[in-house]
């Protein structure tokens, strides 16, 4: 590709690093806090932490920078500015023929709605997506469990097996289990790639295989 990343600056950055802290899931417990009265006052006090404005910052300081240029340069060079004691100062180059830097308002009062249909459905579509993923995982996960309880269930049912293999069956119920719950750790980690860090795979998987080297 033309464009090379480090995927180990990416994880380092405020917008990856935050997705693991965020709750995917509102619960009870959450759904408390989000209608508490101090919401409004705990949201302004936290701006500064949010991983949004943390990943937009060179965005916004280009926009920031772009507005300052245009008004020094309209309000020094061109129409001349008013002083905290609101005495009009002339522009120093007034009489010369600077170009105003300025664009016209109708074709944003013109693509307002448009725009802002289209960043509706963009969410739409991107909730969309986040709940059918998260449908099928769901499904991943209890079909691993279904077949767990499966598998546990058999060993209860009276049969004619001899002592040695009823042993034989726990201990591959047993197996089946460990790499059944292996399967979605697994899936996590060949989905998300690098963006899973490899110490919280590593130690997942370790605490499953310890009796299966």
Not at 13 to 18: L, M
Not at 97 to 102: A, N, R
Not at 152 to 170: C, G, K, S
Request: charged share 20%; proline share 4%.
């Amino acid at each position: 590709s033309k464009y090379e990343y480090d995927y180990d600056d990416l994880m380092k950055s405020p917008g990856e690093a935050s997705r693991f802290n965020r709750g995917d899931v509102m619960n009870h417990e959450r759904w408390l806090r989000h209608r508490s009265s101090d919401r409004f006052f705990r949201s302004l006090s936290t701006v500064s932490e949010s991983a949004i404005l943390k990943s937009l910052y060179d965005e916004v300081g280009l926009v920031t920078l772009a507005c300052i240029s245009a008004i020094l340069w309209n309000e020094i060079f061109i129409d001349g500015y008013d002083d905290f004691g609101n005495i009009h100062h002339t522009a120093p180059l007034g009489e010369w023929d600077i170009p105003v830097l300025k664009l016209p308002t109708l074709p944003f009062e013109l693509s307002s709605g448009v725009l802002g249909l289209l960043l509706v459905f963009r969410a739409n579509n991107t909730y969309d997506r986040w709940l059918r993923a998260n449908a099928n995982w769901v499904a991943i996960v209890s079909l691993c469990q279904s077949i767990i309880t499966t598998a546990v269930a058999a060993d209860h049912i009276p049969n004619v097996l001899t002592n040695q293999q009823q042993q034989d069956r726990y201990k591959s119920t047993q197996m089946l289990s460990v790499f059944i719950s292996a399967f979605p750790r697994l899936l996590r980690k060949h989905l998300q790639q690098k963006f899973d860090p490899d110490s919280q795979f590593e130690s997942d998987m370790m605490c499953l295989m310890k009796d299966y080297p």
